[in-house]
């Protein structure tokens, strides 16, 4: 199962963008014989300012041109379902083993998800009740990504 992080806005160089770098690629190496993988990040521009043209609306057209057609979609908000680290590997697993060729992940803006997009999605994951800032949510999504695929394959990173 492919895997495509949509994401509203450009990450540059820093510590955030080599996290992220790092966990993406252990988990292109860890998933690959899971088949998980490989990630793909499809950045969107980000439409500050509100009205017609800079709106959640038109962030949530540019998201959907972002994934693959026929892919499950799961956006990332904070009225999502919370999961375990381990209760989180299984869904994954649950969905490569549907079958599922394509997974978009879907991070929203500074605004976050369009609620249109959030009634569309197939699911939606929260990393908690607080908001956090998109630039680390993809941290924290792609360490989860890593853990999870070594969740499945039994390796010793995740530690209960």
């Known amino acids: 199962m492919r895997v495509h992080i ?3 806005g450009r990450m540059r160089g820093g510590p955030e963008k080599t996290l992220v770098d790092d966990y993406l690629t252990r988990f292109d190496r860890t998933g690959r ?3 998980l993988g490989p990630v793909k990040t499809v950045e969107v521009e980000d439409r500050k300012g509100g009205g017609r043209n800079g709106s959640m609306a038109a962030e949530a057209e540019l998201l959907r041109r972002a994934w693959p057609k ?3 979609v799961c956006t990332l908000d904070e009225r999502g379902k919370r999961m ?3 209760e989180f590997a299984s869904r994954m697993g649950d969905w490569r083993d549907m079958g599922r ?3 978009a992940l879907v991070i929203g803006g500074a605004d976050g998800i369009d609620p249109g997009l959030r009634q569309q999605a197939d699911f939606s994951l929260s990393f908690g ?3 956090w800032p998109h630039m680390l949510v993809r941290v924290m999504l ?3 990504l890593y853990r999870a695929a070594t969740i499945l394959a039994g390796g010793p990173y995740h530690r209960q």
Request: glycine letters at 14%; hydrophobic letters at 50%; aromatic letters at 0%.
């Open 6 to 8: 949509c994401a509203v």
């Open 33 to 35: 014989a899971l088949g």
């Open 70 to 72: 026929g892919a499950l």
């Open 84 to 86: 375990t680290s381990p």
């Open 101 to 103: 060729g394509d997974l």
């Open 129 to 131: 009740a607080m908001v």
């Open 142 to 144: 792609a360490e989860q």
